[in-house]
């Protein structure tokens, strides 16, 4: 069931709904796709002696409980860049997420290892995870971290954390994370927070919707764009 600030968009004849919550869930085979949750940056970070505040990985835990909790979903397929470095494997980080393990036994859980999963290395076996190289397969999608073009199908990625920057009519700005379709291929938000986002340059057809608090928004044209951020500013 979709809630009012979801988003449906068709692919190769599949029905996807884009969720605020940074992930799209496939109704029909009942899978959820997440890039990029970076679990335990903050942490690598304050290893290095940076000091960034606490509390991201809860925050995005908390929204992947809403997105199982709402979707009924039985499958996560994280599309790379789970765990953000060896150092990010804090004892905090780890045992949030084996908590969350435990409320969700029954979940298949995939990971199509990214750049950064190379570095932090596999998840601990206890999260029960399946860690694969790229590509995956799931007709009609092709499910890597970087993005690129496949003859296999639609190509689902991650990597970049795309943005979208909306330019409201008094120049107001509002840079915002966003869904990326183009003709071969989906880039998704980075769900992790404590990520950046870098500004997507879409191609004349491309669609690009925009997380807007709680709400996702397609942002393709322009004056789309300016109606859209003077919405969001209110």
Known sequence: MTAPGDCTVTVRGEALTLLPERAIHWPKESTVFIADPHWGKAAAFRA????????TTATGIARLTAVVSRTGARRIVFLGDYLHARTGRDPETLRALFEWRALHRELEL?????????HAGDPPAELGLTSVDPPLAIEPFVLVHHPTRSGLGYVMAGHL???????GPGRQRERLPCFWFGAHGVVLPAFGEFTGLALVEPEAGDGVYAVAGDEVIEVTREREIERRASSVER
């Open 48 to 55: 290095g002696g940076i000091p960034v505040p606490r509390g």
């Open 161 to 167: 954390h795309p943005g979208a920057l909306l330019m």
């Open 110 to 118: 995939i990971l199509v290892r990214g750049n950064h999963d190379r």
